[in-house]
């Protein structure tokens, strides 16, 4: 099998590939982003245009301790914890026993209490309290 590797895609013949490099008869060309032909006689038999792959990057920036603990002490409330219980900016709501209402309650008392409306997509988002924290600074800023 024939075939193009490193920073281009994987390109292949399946069908007795040897046979057609050996004897001169296919020829493949790749570069950067341009079209990629195979031919076979000098018969172009495939063509196809190779397309960059996009680019996820996430910028992350820590909330304010102070909003870090008002989540907190929002996420207590609603989910009814004992004044003792630990609740970091780490603490996962699944972990602190809440389910999808008690998120979805949670969300209610931040955007009451921060004055922010938060979106279905990006509720879904939030798993521990440091996302929640995040998330509200984020819209504060938009505002």
């Known amino acids: 099998m024939a075939a193009t590797t490193g920073a ?18 296919a020829t493949l060309r ?16 495939l063509s196809f245009r190779m397309r960059p792959l996009p680019v996820r990057l996430q910028v992350s920036c820590a909330a304010k301790p102070e909003t870090v603990e008002k989540v907190c002490n929002i996420v207590k409330k609603q989910l009814a914890l004992p004044d003792d219980s630990t609740v970091t900016g780490e603490s996962k709501f699944a972990a602190l026993g809440a389910d999808s209402l008690d998120t979805v309650e949670i969300v209610m008392g ?7 409306s938060v979106e279905e997509e990006s509720a879904q988002s939030i798993a521990t309290v440091q996302d929640a924290a995040d998330l509200i600074e984020k819209l504060i800023e938009k505002k």
């Open 8 to 25: 281009s895609p994987l390109i292949s013949m399946h069908s007795r590939p040897s046979h057609f490099f050996q004897h001169g008869l």
């Open 30 to 45: 790749v570069s950067g982003l341009k079209p990629v032909s195979l031919s076979y006689y000098g018969r172009s038999s």
């Open 110 to 116: 931040l955007e009451e209490e921060f004055g922010i």
